[in-house]
């Protein structure tokens, strides 16, 4: 089993930054995709952006040039810095790690943490 434990979210003005992360552990598939999801409330599941092993990104159009993923491959750690934050933004963040290879078997969720952007 994969365990994902998330920190950093919390409570921001609009334009502000904040940095979540989320750290991996347990049976971890050696080729991965780590990466933010969002959900927020009334609303389905979102992404927000991922990160491979190679450090191929993929983002959502609604967060390019405001967010940055990045990671740690020795901790197996996954970053995302959000900058110019708007009220939108406003959701839970889960993070996710998947295997690169679907076949390979399910991806796990962490916890999820609340990321709030007042206007």
């Known amino acids: 089993q994969v365990q994902l434990v998330e920190s950093g979210g919390g409570l921001v003005q609009a334009g502000g930054s904040l940095r979540l992360s989320c750290a991996a552990s347990?049976?971890?598939?050696?080729?991965?995709?780590m990466g933010w999801y969002r959900q927020a409330p009334g609303k389905q599941r979102e992404l927000v952006a991922t990160?491979?092993?190679?450090?191929?990104?993929n983002y959502a159009d609604s967060v390019k040039d405001r967010f940055t993923i990045s990671r740690d491959n020795a901790k197996t750690t996954v970053y995302l810095q959000m900058n110019s934050l708007k009220p939108e933004d406003t959701a839970v963040y889960y993070c996710?790690?998947?295997?690169?290879?679907?076949?390979?078997?399910?991806?796990?969720w962490g916890q999820g943490t609340q990321v709030t952007v007042s206007s």
């Open positions: 347990g049976s971890i598939f050696r080729f991965n995709v």
């Open positions: 990160i491979n092993n190679f450090g191929k990104t």
């Open positions: 996710n790690l998947s295997p690169i290879n679907p076949m390979s078997g399910p991806g796990s």
